[in-house]
């Protein structure tokens, strides 16, 4: 087997240096693409539609997998294909008799279109009922008053006249119904802007320069070594994430001045970007809410941001503590509630973990886990319920479901920090820890699923549970197309291994989990603001569009799995636009092998 590049490009052929062009028909009707050779076929097996854009999947009869992306059906992209040496006699089409002997392995691409498009279908059919039920009940009405004359509309006048304390008393009810509507409806939640930290490059650390700190730190057996070089090759993390200064010495040099000294860079970095974005007066900011699981100084962090921006003495602040990487919802839902009852607010949101004083310098495993995931990083929100913030905002949230599991003592213990057996602190990390998030996972989008999901997904999902609990059918239970419900999917990096259960169980696609995946190789587990990275990540590529649905995921200990859920309220400016990626989004996406030996 040798590889070979070939590059797609507008002109429709597949061009090689050295070798005659590749023929390139496309059958819009049935989607099926044949790249023919003169030495093999391929066949298109499967397709996605996103928009304009085909995200398409092509295989050999040798079983080769290959991966192309097509926008508008045309465009250039780069392919790699496995080819087997060249056939010298084999014709450019196969003939009659070669092509019936491979049919068998063919899919029947008509009746899986058609399978697609009766779903496809079924989907607008429901969605779409009410205005299909409407639609001719309002041309009845419409055609029975063109049969009105002026005569008849001045008889109902003056019988409405000898009514006249019918009129008062419905018209009474109306306004009391309609003021009463507006007084009680929940205040919208907008998401002005956002931003997030990036360190400086002299803080970066990569996998070699990490085993060789660790190696140089003098605390850490030959064996754990191993293991956490293990790890890191499985880890999904890349060369270029970030460690704060305490952690570059050797030996690591973590202490109280130096923690406070990392928290008020990332957060600091990241208000300062975010004011300079949104171009409002900090004493503007009635209310603030700073989430750190790992680090509460006494004054805490809230306080010290009151300090430090100067803010008015009336603020409503709050430090939320030891509420793990799901903390970053929870602050978002804390302030959706404080914004509900003090109106033409502004409210600040800041996530961040500190690195520094929980290194763990031992050689328990399940506590050296954390030390090749976390990262540091910080995101700082602005919230708004004024009116008049919506033409600015970004997004509008929509939802935020929170789902507590700390009744069950399993899911309880299975993030704790704690000691080891030689009085060293850090953060266990239990065997039942992905049981745990699944279970946790499973209540939380049961509560969200009937919020977000068409109705169509929905009575499919009752059908399904119907028949295997009434009638105890033997079928798989349905789960729901969260695609349906959403454009745009940010789920926590907390690892590899979280992504990979979570886009099997949730059957997303690599577009789907590109945002989370990139900024775990790019900034590792930055905890409760990596939610943000990995929207950044989307808007920096262009990708969120007016009326885009987003759905942010996290887990965190205790055990807690949340979801927030927001509107984009306009298209991402690129030209305006300014994130941790803009200046490297060319870069992205990167291949990431499930082992990278280093």
């Known amino acids: 087997m040798k590889w070979d590049w070939y590059s797609l490009v507008e002109s429709c052929r597949l061009r090689f240096s050295g070798m005659v062009p590749l023929a390139f028909m496309l059958d819009t009707c049935y989607q099926s693409v044949?790249?023919?050779?003169?030495?093999?076929?391929?066949?298109?097996?499967?397709?996605?539609?996103?928009?304009?854009?085909?995200?398409?999947?092509?295989?050999?009869?040798?079983?080769v997998l290959i991966t192309i992306t097509c926008e508008d059906v045309f465009c250039s992209a780069m392919v790699r294909i496995a080819m087997d040496d060249p056939k010298p006699n084999a014709p450019l089409i196969p003939s009659s008799s070669s092509s019936s002997s491979s049919s068998r392995k063919l899919p029947d691409f008509k009746q899986s279109v058609r399978l697609k498009y009766v779903k496809l279908g079924y989907h607008y059919l429901i969605s779409h009922g009410m205005y299909l039920f409407l639609s001719p009940l309002l041309v009845l009405i419409a055609a029975q008053l063109s049969t009105f004359s002026l005569e008849d509309f001045h008889v109902m006048w003056q019988h409405l006249q000898y009514n006249l304390i019918s009129v008062i008393i419905s018209s009474t009810l109306l306004v009391f119904l309609s003021t009463l509507y507006f007084v009680t409806r929940p205040r919208a939640v907008f998401l002005v802007n956002f931003?997030?930290?990036?360190?400086?490059?002299?803080?970066?650390?990569?996998?070699?320069?990490?085993?060789?700190?660790?190696?140089?730190?003098?605390?850490?057996?030959?064996?754990?070594?191993?293991?956490?070089?293990?790890?890191?090759?499985?880890?999904?993390?890349?060369?270029?994430?970030?460690?704060?200064?305490?952690?570059?010495?050797?030996?690591?040099?973590?202490?109280m001045l130096a923690a406070r000294k990392e928290a008020e860079e990332v957060i600091y970095g990241a208000i300062d970007e975010l004011l300079a974005k949104t171009k409002i007066n900090p004493k503007d900011i009635g209310i603030l809410i700073v989430n750190c699981s790992l680090f509460n100084p006494t004054p805490s962090l809230s306080a010290m941001i009151v300090n430090h921006y100067k803010l008015r003495g009336n603020i409503d602040s709050?430090?939320?503590?030891?509420?793990?990487?799901?903390?970053?919802?929870?602050?978002?839902?804390?302030?959706?509630?404080?914004?509900?009852?003090?109106?033409?607010?502004?409210?600040?949101?800041?996530?961040t973990e500190n690195i520094t004083l929980n290194w763990y310098l031992g050689n328990d495993r399940s506590m050296l886990v954390s030390n090749c995931l976390f990262r540091m990083g910080a995101a700082a929100i602005l919230l708004s319920n004024r009116r008049s913030d919506r033409r600015r905002s970004k997004y509008q949230l929509v939802h935020s479901v929170r789902t507590h599991k700390g009744t069950d003592d399993k899911c309880f213990a299975c993030v704790t920090q704690q000691e080891d057996s030689t009085g060293k602190v850090g953060v266990a990390l239990s065997k039942e820890l992905m049981a745990v998030a699944g279970d946790a996972l499973k209540t939380n989008i049961t509560t969200l699923g009937p919020l977000v999901l068409p109705m169509s997904e929905q009575l499919i999902f009752l059908a399904t549970l119907i028949g295997k609990k009434v009638f105890k059918m033997k079928i798989k239970p349905y789960i729901p197309d969260f695609k349906l419900a959403f454009e745009h999917f940010c789920i926590h990096a907390g690892g590899r291994a979280v992504l990979d259960e979570l886009e099997k169980n949730l059957q997303l696609s690599e577009w789907h989990m590109e945002p989370s995946r990139m900024t775990l190789y790019r900034f590792g587990n930055t905890s409760s603001s990596s939610l943000w990275y990995e929207l950044a990540y989307s808007e920096a590529k262009g990708?969120?569009?007016?009326?885009?649905?987003?759905?942010?995921?996290?887990?965190?200990?205790?055990f807690k799995c949340n979801s927030a859920v927001w509107k984009a309220l306009s298209t991402v400016n690129l030209g305006k636009e300014k994130n941790p990626w803009m200046d490297e989004i060319d870069q992205f996406p990167v291949s990431i092998p499930r082992v990278s030996p280093f």
Request: overall charge positive.
């Open 318 to 351: 709050f430090n939320l503590g030891g509420m793990g990487c799901s903390a970053g919802i929870i602050s978002i839902d804390l302030a959706k509630q404080l914004l509900q009852v003090h109106p033409n607010s502004y409210a600040l949101v800041v996530s």
């Open 543 to 558: 990708r969120v569009k007016k009326g885009d649905r987003v759905w942010q995921i996290a887990f965190g200990s205790g």
């Open 195 to 255: 931003s997030c930290y990036k360190p400086q490059e002299s803080q970066k650390c990569s996998r070699p320069y990490f085993m060789e700190k660790s190696s140089l730190a003098g605390v850490f057996s030959e064996d754990n070594l191993s293991f956490q070089r293990k790890i890191l090759e499985r880890s999904g993390l890349g060369e270029s994430t970030y460690l704060p200064e305490a952690l570059h010495n050797s030996p690591p040099t973590p202490s």
């Open 34 to 63: 044949y790249l023919a050779t003169n030495s093999t076929r391929w066949t298109l097996v499967s397709t996605e539609y996103r928009g304009a854009k085909l995200r398409s999947s092509y295989a050999s009869v040798k079983s």
